[in-house]
């Protein structure tokens, strides 16, 4: 499946929350009605997040009732099973596209 033009927007906002930040990860998703949610990991000493569950803890905590898509921005070779579980719960059908910090689109995650 190739990213539509909404696709390739939400994976410009997670490289844009990635790189602002320095992260070693960026993600957004879009839910339901369009909107769009960006966010960058967290590594506090008191708290971890990865940026693809904020994006999702952002969206719902907006009133998203469902998600149409997520992306995720990092060099990791793939995305973490529990990220993508929390994406599952929040969006059974969404699609998860993974691209590197250059934006190529490494794979596409089909529910």
Same mark, same amino acid.
């Given at each position: 499946?190739?990213?539509?033009?909404?696709?390739?927007?939400?994976?410009?906002?997670?490289?844009?929350?990635?790189?602002?930040?320095?992260?070693?990860?960026?993600?957004?998703?879009?839910?339901?009605?369009?909107?769009?949610?960006?966010?960058? !990991?967290? @590594?506090?000493?008191?708290?971890? &997040?990865?940026?693809? #569950?904020? =994006?999702?803890?952002? $969206? /719902?905590?907006?009133? *998203?009732?469902?998600?149409?898509?997520?992306?995720?921005?990092?060099? !990791?070779? @793939?995305?973490?099973?529990?990220? &993508?579980?929390?994406? #599952?719960? =929040?969006?059974?059908? $969404? /699609?998860?596209?993974? *691209?590197?910090?250059?934006?190529?689109?490494?794979?596409?995650?089909?529910?």
């Amino acid at each position: 499946m190739e990213p539509g033009p909404e696709d390739l927007k939400i994976i410009t906002l997670a490289r844009s929350a990635r790189a602002r930040v320095a992260s070693a990860e960026g993600a957004a998703v879009r839910d339901e009605t369009g909107r769009t949610y960006a966010a960058a !990991a967290v @590594a506090l000493p008191s708290l971890k &997040l990865s940026a693809l #569950r904020l =994006a999702v803890a952002m $969206a /719902v905590s907006s009133g *998203a009732s469902s998600l149409e898509a997520a992306a995720l921005v990092s060099d !990791a070779d @793939a995305a973490d099973p529990a990220d &993508l579980a929390v994406v #599952r719960e =929040a969006g059974p059908s $969404a /699609v998860v596209f993974h *691209a590197g910090a250059n934006g190529v689109l490494r794979e596409t995650l089909l529910p």
